[in-house]
């Protein structure tokens, strides 16, 4: 069966190409049977990796210099999500006017270049797929073709592969070291390295250009224009948000465990994790656009995640991997529902969205599902990784860290409540969907509750590793849980929404040359502090 790698990678490509050149009337259903076939492999190997790690050498060349497919634990689940994320896209798409050969060529060939990042073992080979991935995504930002979108593509991709050319050097100094590129070899290589300091420059260079593709603290600022852009489809940000900005973490991860014997990076992931996340929910109060607010919380998403990678416990780890599958899922639930307002009620300013409730109770469940998943609700998907995100930390700074990242996370989506139970004077027709819409929202929102409810079995299944959190333990964080609501709408009515902070800090916006500067000053700073402080 490892050969149906190859499937991951070569079929929704290859779909994708024969139906752009022959253009059938039953493309989008073709398109659907690909991700459903592309799925099912994915669970299958969820279940392999439990007892093994499928391997597909691509060359007849051996190790270390040959080329190797692999599926493990940690790609396993990412495969998971990557394929279960574009399956229901496709489905909500299916009667979309943009659903034509072009954009189908380009959403199947994404997929297949995603899926196939996260099974290459080889870093060249990684920095060709996430550069033509880049450029796949940035055609995607510019779809539409107007002015704006022109703009964010053309921004999202110049400083995407300024970032990956950083990569590209790291990548050629590990070359210069070891004379391989293959992931395995070079971490046995670093375990036998007689002087560790020599790495530096080279972990300077792959950490900045990961830290790009993740957008943590400073490197961010790309990652709203490329996600909030107006005229992209909101499955294009969807992507972007929910799978794409993951494979900068996942590579992080793989970055982690290579360089572990020399360099701990625990503390830097933690640091960088709180200033990401606070940085995200600042700025994503301030915003009144809803694929802004949305953006920017992906930031501070980003950075929980960061916190449970660089934790001390397991269950740190495993809570962090739990949250990207998570925050890939109900942050994706958001950006089709974003879409669906701004269509519905004409605007993407989110305070000119009022009386959900009236006009779709079934909506306002599935958005009420949503908030519930990215505020840390129990019995919810996102409240059930962070409790295992902020697992043993018992120092009283560390809480007030906690609780000032949940806060922020709450004041952020109070904006959605209102839209759903602000009222409405002017009179509305009632939310029309098609029924392939109701039925990709409902894969998503019933996704949220079962990783909440279902998290102890899920997790076994998924990561391989037991995470216990009795439904009664879940139960008895639910007067923490509405306290802290409670708290966070106080702030926010009586301060927050009063105040001219929230003007000023929307305005601050870094500029092409600002981002580039950022890119240097976080590549300086790592090589500096990697010499003469770890």
Not at 232 to 248: E, N
Not at 473 to 497: E, M
């Amino acid at each position: 069966m490892t050969g149906t790698l190859y499937l991951l990678v070569m079929l929704p490509i290859a779909v994708g190409l024969f139906l752009y050149v022959f253009n059938r009337f039953l493309s989008r259903t073709v398109a659907v049977g690909i991700q459903m076939i592309l799925l099912f492999l994915s669970v299958y190997y969820v279940f392999i990796t439990q007892t093994a790690i499928l391997e597909l050498p691509l060359l007849n060349v051996p190790l270390p210099y040959g080329m190797l497919l692999e599926v493990d634990d940690l790609s396993a689940v990412m495969l998971f999500l990557n394929n279960l994320l574009f399956l229901t896209f496709t489905i909500f798409s299916y009667h979309k006017n943009y659903m034509n050969r072009l954009f189908l060529f380009l959403f199947l060939s994404l997929q297949g270049l995603i899926n196939a990042l996260f099974i290459s073992t080889d870093f060249f080979n990684v920095y060709i797929l996430i550069e033509v991935a880049t450029i796949t995504v940035s055609v995607l930002i510019m779809f539409k073709k107007d002015r704006q979108s022109m703009y964010d593509g053309m921004l999202y991709l110049t400083v995407n592969m300024i970032g990956m050319a950083f990569f590209l050097f790291g990548v050629g100094l590990l070359y210069k070291s070891f004379g391989v590129l293959d992931f395995k070899h070079i971490t046995s290589g670093i375990q036998n390295l007689s002087n560790p300091k020599a790495l530096n420059l080279a972990f300077s260079f792959l950490l900045t250009g990961i830290g790009l593709k993740a957008a943590i603290l400073p490197l961010f600022s790309w990652l709203p224009k490329a996600h909030g852009t107006a005229s992209a489809p909101s499955i294009v940000s969807a992507v972007l948000s929910g799978i794409f900005v993951k494979v900068g973490v996942y590579m992080l991860i793989r970055l982690q465990v290579m360089f572990a014997p020399i360099i701990d990076m625990q503390a830097v992931l933690l640091v960088l994790g709180f200033t990401t996340a606070i940085a995200g929910f600042i700025f994503a109060i301030s915003q009144e656009d809803i694929k802004l607010i949305l953006a920017y919380h992906t930031i501070s998403q980003i950075g929980l995640i960061l916190i449970g990678l660089g934790g001390t416990a397991s269950l740190n780890y495993q809570g962090g991997v739990y949250h990207i599958l998570s925050h890939g899922i109900f942050k994706s639930l958001f950006f089709i529902l974003a879409g669906v307002l701004s269509e519905r009620f004409k605007t993407r300013k989110i305070t000119k969205m009022k009386g959900l409730w009236q006009i779709s109770k079934p909506l306002s469940c599935i958005l009420l599902i949503a908030v519930f998943s990215i505020t840390g609700a129990p019995f919810f998907s996102g409240g059930y990784s962070k409790y295992f995100i902020s697992y043993g930390y018992a120092s009283i700074f560390f809480k007030a860290m906690f609780i000032l990242v949940n806060l922020g996370t709450m004041i952020s989506f109070i904006k959605f409540l209102h839209i759903i139970f602000t009222k409405t004077d002017v009179q509305t027709s009632k939310l029309s969907l098609r029924k392939n819409e109701w039925f990709a929202l409902g894969i998503l929102a019933s996704a949220c509750i079962m990783l909440g409810l279902g998290g102890n079995i899920l997790s076994v299944w998924l990561l391989h590793e037991p995470m216990n959190l009795s439904p009664f333990g879940q139960l008895i964080k639910l007067p923490s849980y509405v306290f802290n609501y409670a708290l966070a709408f106080t702030l926010y009515t009586f301060w927050l929404k009063k105040s001219s902070l929230l003007h000023r800090i929307r305005r601050v916006e870094l500029t092409f040359n600002s981002i580039n500067i950022a890119i240097v000053t976080f590549f300086f700073i790592t090589f500096t502090f990697l010499n003469y402080v770890l």
